[in-house]
């Protein structure tokens, strides 16, 4: 029987290797970086709320778009489950 916490482990990998995640981890790295930037031009710290309003406002649509295009060329990845090595396994490395 799967205990309590192997059971969230599950789930927590679930959610961090889900599509969805991994786009809010892109969006928020984004975000960081513009108000790191705004901050820098403004000499103070804008804060999170200031730079996500911001972001959103001019640059969310082109980051989106230009996203979307570099994720339609790229293959997909591979996951637990499908060919090749997965998480526990190694591959040869020819060295």
Do not use: C
């Not at 969230?8 to 930037?37: C, G, P, Q, T």
């Not at 406002?57 to 980051?63: A, D």
């Amino acid at each position: 029987m799967s205990s309590s916490r192997e059971i969230n482990d599950d789930a927590k990998k679930m959610v961090m290797n889900s599509a969805l995640y991994r786009e809010f981890l892109a969006e928020r790295e984004e975000i960081l970086r513009h108000k790191w930037l705004e901050s820098e031009k403004a000499g103070y710290d804008i804060g999170f709320e200031r730079a996500l309003l911001d972001w959103i406002v001019k640059h969310r649509s082109n980051w989106r778009k230009s996203r979307r295009r570099a994720m339609a060329t790229q293959p997909p990845e591979k996951t637990e489950g499908q060919s090749g090595t997965t998480e526990g396994q190694t591959g040869s490395s020819g060295t």
